[in-house]
Nanobody, 124 residues
Framework: VQLQAFGGGLVQPGDSLRLSCAAS????????VGWFRQGPGKEREFVAA???????YFAESVKGRFTISRDSAKNTVFLQMNSLKPEDTAVYYC???????????????????WGQGTLVTVSS
């Protein structure tokens, strides 16, 4: 399984950006897929995830601003980020797993598959 994340860039506070994560080798539809991020000088943190059945999970810091969706035909998951803030600046990693323990869906070590990361910079 390979994950490829893209869509990062430099935006101003208040702008929107959409990240994409495409998978090859296995369908997202039967697993859990999400996003983590690591900002400069910060620990890696959970951002959002979705799993089979359409259930969605968000970090409190992004709830109401970010949404997660998937295009099953393209085996791609999207992270729509609105009202971006400077503190959203980070490298964003797409993650996936097909044997994840549900109670640990916000835990990085639960995910066996990671994309290469895409940098999002929010700055005026």
């Amino acid at each position: 399984v390979q994950l490829q994340a893209f869509g990062g860039g430099l935006v101003q506070p208040g702008d929107s950006l959409r990240l994409s994560c495409a998978a090859s080798g296995r369908s997202f539809s039967s697993g859990a897929v999400g996003w983590f991020r690591q900002g400069p000088g910060k620990e890696r943190e959970f951002v959002a995830a979705t799993r089979r059945g359409g259930f969605e999970y968000f970090a409190e810091s992004v709830k109401g601003r970010f949404t997660i969706s998937r295009d099953s035909a393209k085996n791609t998951v999207f992270l729509q980020m609105n009202s971006l803030k400077p503190e959203d600046t980070a490298v964003y990693y797409c993650v996936a797993d097909w044997q994840l323990i549900l109670s640990n869906i916000r835990t990085a070590r639960e995910y066996d598959y990671w994309g290469q990361g895409t940098l999002v910079t929010v700055s005026s």
